[in-house]
């Protein structure tokens, strides 16, 4: 049966369509990840301003349909706006990567509030601009692996559970059994543990994460594509539809 719904919601893209509008793919808070028309938005003086970028926190009405593909959008008002996310490019960077990797791994119509949670924390986080928003950026996809099914823990031996500071200190890496999400300890290691090597202070970082919640990071905290290799060979084995991130390789050109 169709209805009409309002929800919160983050936008994570939108594209143009015919003459003057947008298909906006929203995340919203009650029904998941929903693709909507919106029609007109890219007319002059148009009702919806900028409330369609990526990344804004909106409340959205929409006349839903289930199992419809592109639902209709009759309103879409801020709920916040960002003040320092949209002015600062390394800032712009992490929340583009966060809102493309949510709408690249959450299925449609479903709903999932602590992915939800996560996000709007991530993205309000990055505006207050005390974190790195790199660190934000690699947080929030280890919180985001937790909240779609595959929780990494780093803590202690993916294979007897003793804890990780026992067996990780002397080696300058640290072996991640990318399967089990933990590292691994000699006695549980084999050649069949898919692993992927992590450095001492590499392996650090993950140590401070506080699992299910985002931020206390590091100000000044730099990119770095060791993590961000690891995450993504952890998102690639656990998501079969997972791809390489886009909006990262923009603004590194
Ligand atoms: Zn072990």
Redo the contacts with the bound molecule.
Sequence with gaps: MSSIVKSEAVVLRAVKFGESSRIVTFFTEDFGKIAGMVKGARRPGNRFGSTLQPMSRVSVVIYRKPGREVQTVSQCDHVRTWRRITTDLDRIAAGMQMVELVGMVLHDEEENREAYGLLTSALGELDAETISPWWLFYDFEVQLAGALGFRADFHR?A??G?PAEEFSGAAGTVKIDIGRGGP??R??DSPAVRGALLSRGDMDFFLRLTPGKIGGGAPAFTRNEQIEKFLSEYFAFHLAGYRKLRSGEVFRS
Excluded: A, F, W
Aim: hydrophobic share 10%; charged share 10%; glycine share 12%.
């Design positions: 031996c294979g007897c003793r691994i300890c006695s549980c």
